[in-house]
């Protein structure tokens, strides 16, 4: 899940937020302002209602925030990277770039969350408890009330044994115990989280047919987002399981073609695209060295009317943004290299030397995986 705005960084950990955030948000306040702070709380002005509710929403996301940085810190604390945190439709989500290397490590970097779910609901729940027994203003008491339910809502949804679910997740550092066979708990964790999925949408589906109430969407849409997570994780995980082992040397294309970026897009494809047909082409400059990467699915791009007047080199990418690689690395330690830019290629490089190329198409090739045609 990509963030659409960046809003910084916490703990050195990047923090961001999906556009799809402002959704439930608004829902939220609408329906905290419009229902249920003016049930529990009656006769208070309008904008009291409003103010409370934005500031209950704010809190719940931080709520939601603190929850992943719960995983991300203790993840980073036991050696796993983390890539960052992004706020969604759903809640949130803590990207790890690398996998636990032990059960142990995977069930402590999954309970992390839900504890600190635990504490705010404890918290705020502390906090209901003061406000009500020392009088204080019932709105807040009312806001208080709602996050402490909200957060122990957070706790037991996330205590699921639905993968890739907290709960699916300690689930799955069991099995890998219990059998030593991380890609045999990955895949029974993930078959249980989609049979909780299908039972979600289910339910959904019966309050929709049988009591026409709209709340059944939100089971539909949950279980709707579980059974995709569970069947991208169990593919993520079982996919570095297939590249456990293999360097960017044992799949890289060797000695690729190093062309001259200065020459035009139609002296290029003349030249070198009907006796060198290739996805893409390393580019040198006047003096030999390595001036980046083109794709031919660029330069098909190109204008007929261009290619006389454009140079190749304007339509690569240069040294300074393009991913590099050595033939000694793990693949699974360069697979997040990957850019746009590069449209699914890497230069390998040892000693200064150009040695190879690595694609993406390599990469699913030994995974056994059809090619689909050049990367774009």
Known sequence: MDASVRIGRIADIEVGLHWSLAIVFALIVWTLAGQVLPSVVPDQPQSAYWIVSSIAGLLFYASLLSHEMGHALVAKRLGVNVDGITLWIFGGVARLRSDAATPGVE???????????LALAILFGAATFILDATGGPPLIEGGCAWLAGSNAVLLIFNLIPAFPLDGGRLLRAWLWQRRGDRYSATSRAAWLGRMCAFL???????????????????????????????????????????????????????NPTMAPGWLTVHEFMRAYVPGQPAHAYALKTFDGELDGIVTLAKLARVPQDERHVRRVRDFGTGMDSVPKASSGEAVIKVLERFSSSSEGHMLVIDGGELVGMLSTTDITGALGVPARGPSS
């Not at 069930?107 to 779910?117: C, D, E, F, K, N």
């Not at 089971?219 to 709707?224: Q, R, S, T």
């Open 107 to 117: 069930a402590r970097i999954a309970i992390a969350g839900p504890l600190v779910s």
């Open 200 to 254: 979600m949408i289910g339910v959904g589906l019966l309050e929709l047919l049988f009591q026409g109430a709209l709340s059944g969407l939100w089971p539909i849409f949950l279980g709707w987002f579980l059974m995709s997570a569970a069947t991208s994780e169990k593919d993520q995980v079982l996919m570095r399981g297939a590249l456990m082992g293999l360097r960017v040397g044992d799949l890289m294309s060797r």
